[in-house]
């Protein structure tokens, strides 16, 4: 499909086209697997670049005693565990939706402690008002974008495995609103921008080409 342009006709088709996409809650193999394929097909970088899976061991072995990981992130780093070039290595790492980038389960944590590290005063509050910009240790990473990152929930898992996602921009502030509401929907609505044509890796340019006008399900992926 072409990606979205100006005209207005062209744009409510992609508008309705988007509000129809349905995704299950629940991280699910066939959308990972969509997920790379999309990568594969357009030729991105990524596709060449994907580290194996942990197994459940190994992901055992890394997880810290203060954090219980639901089973949707298990099966998201069992799936791959990041880029064998690394969550700063640019295009390798790049997933072509916004300027995100991969994370092994090592880097989140990595990530994860930096920013606890940074907590001041050192407590998180249980009053959301009280919030003064700390990291909650129940807050995992997923992806990472120049000092952004979409995060885990993992203190809200749900019954099935998985769990609520939000975002730590650059300057954070509306870290507590649900941006999507599972893993599962996440990775979804990745597949399906990148199947639709609204983000296209561009061999000629070798650069990943976002339209300045995408719909507002696309744009909340950005």
Request: with cysteine.
């Amino acid at each position: 499909m072409a990606c979205p342009s100006t005209p207005d006709n062209v744009y409510l088709a992609l508008v309705a086209e988007a509000a129809a996409w349905q995704h299950l809650p629940m991280l699910r193999d066939e959308d990972l697997d969509r997920l790379e394929a999309a990568w594969r097909a357009q030729g991105a970088p990524i596709a060449d670049y994907l580290a194996p899976g942990l197994t459940e061991t190994e992901i055992d072995s890394l997880i810290p005693a203060d954090l219980t990981l639901p089973a949707a992130a298990r099966r998201w780093w069992g799936w791959h565990d990041g880029t064998t070039k690394g969550m700063w290595s640019g295009d390798e790492s790049a997933i072509g939706v916004g300027g995100w980038n991969l994370m092994s389960l090592a880097e989140a944590l990595k990530w994860r402690a930096t920013l606890m590290a940074e907590n001041d005063p050192p407590e998180f509050p249980d009053d959301p008002g009280d919030w003064e910009g700390q990291w909650a240790p129940w807050w995992l990473p997923i992806v990472y974008y120049d000092g952004a990152t979409i995060f885990l929930d993992a203190n809200a898992a749900t019954p099935d495995g998985d769990a609520p996602l939000h975002v730590w921009a650059k300057v954070p502030e509306d870290v507590f609103s649900v941006r999507f509401d599972s893993l599962g929907e996440l990775v979804g609505r990745w597949a399906s921008a990148l199947e639709e044509g609204y983000f296209r890796w561009s061999p000629e340019t070798a650069k990943w080409i976002t339209p300045d006008l995408v719909p507002t399900d696309v744009g909340r992926l950005i």
